[in-house]
């Protein structure tokens, strides 16, 4: 399912030049949803909670902001693992190896990372050679 409440209108907005998904194996497939800042980010699948992190309040357009973005990781137990980016600090839900249900809040997005605008990046991957390798999306009603 999306990773938004159905109330909330889907918009898709893509990233060019540098910052293109389609230059990076990673996040080839990801998908940007713009939103406002504090809008609920949901569960896409049933999983555990690989990793999060929502200490950051820094963001912009430079390379060097990567590792500020804050996130939550779910491990769906079938190889494949989704990525929610650019949530608000302090703004994380879930914890560590908890069990979350599709459409379960994981969070609410923000300002964190590479962006320029409100958004929530959205990754489904795999882990090949050590590296995460985006797949392709096809969601449910």
Known sequence: RYPLPKNVEIKIIKPT???????FPESKYAIDFLVEIGTSVL????GVVW???????????EKDLAQE???????????TYAEYLHLGKDKVEV????????GDLLGYTGLSG?????????????IEGGKG???PIKFKD
């Open 51 to 61: 990793k999060i992190k929502d200490d950051s309040d820094k963001w912009g357009l």
């Open 133 to 135: 390798v985006s797949i």
């Open 17 to 23: 030049d540098d910052y293109a998904h389609e230059s």
């Open 114 to 126: 590479i962006m320029d605008k409100p958004h929530l990046h959205f990754n489904l991957f795999k």
């Open 95 to 102: 914890k560590e190896k908890q069990k979350v249900k599709t």
């Open 69 to 79: 973005v804050n996130f939550v990781a779910i491990d769906h137990s079938d190889g």
């Open 43 to 46: 569960a896409a699948r049933d």
